[in-house]
């Protein structure tokens, strides 16, 4: 299993960034693929996720209306659209994948205890 994220980059407050994650080596279609950030020395935390078979989404209240999260299943890349960017979205953005069972429902596992396989990471810096 690959996950490889890329877009990160300063961006002033307000804007807007797009981040990608490319997926490989596993079945793309059976996966729930969630973004999540860690700010300087605070825990890990979920952002949104996207479960491919139940064809939903699910986002925190602090990103819910600012943060897009979408799939290209052709290209097995999920992308989390961010607007509006504020001070408090600064951190290290991980995307990460779990093996989906039957039913389940993407806002209940949508915290990084529940994923398996992460990526590296890229940053996201935003200015005041």
């Known amino acids: 299993v690959q996950l490889v994220e890329s877009g990160g ?15 490989s080596g ?24 996207i479960s491919k078979s139940e064809g939903s989404t699910y986002s925190v209240d602090s990103v819910k209306g600012r943060f897009t999260i979408s799939s290209d299943n052709a290209k097995n890349t999920v992308y989390l659209q961010m607007s509006n960017l504020k001070a408090e979205d600064t951190g290290e953005y991980f995307c990460a ?17 529940e994923y398996d396989h992460w990526g590296q990471g890229t940053q996201v810096t935003v200015s005041s």
Do not use: H, M
């Open 9 to 23: 980059g300063l961006v002033q407050a307000g804007g807007s960034l797009r981040l990608s994650c490319v997926a």
């Open 26 to 49: 596993f079945s793309f279609d059976e996966y729930s693929i969630g973004w999540f950030r860690q700010a300087p020395g605070k825990l890990r935390e979920a952002a949104s996720c």
């Open 97 to 113: 994948a779990r093996l989906e069972a039957p039913t389940e429902r993407v806002a209940r596992y949508c915290n990084p205890y």
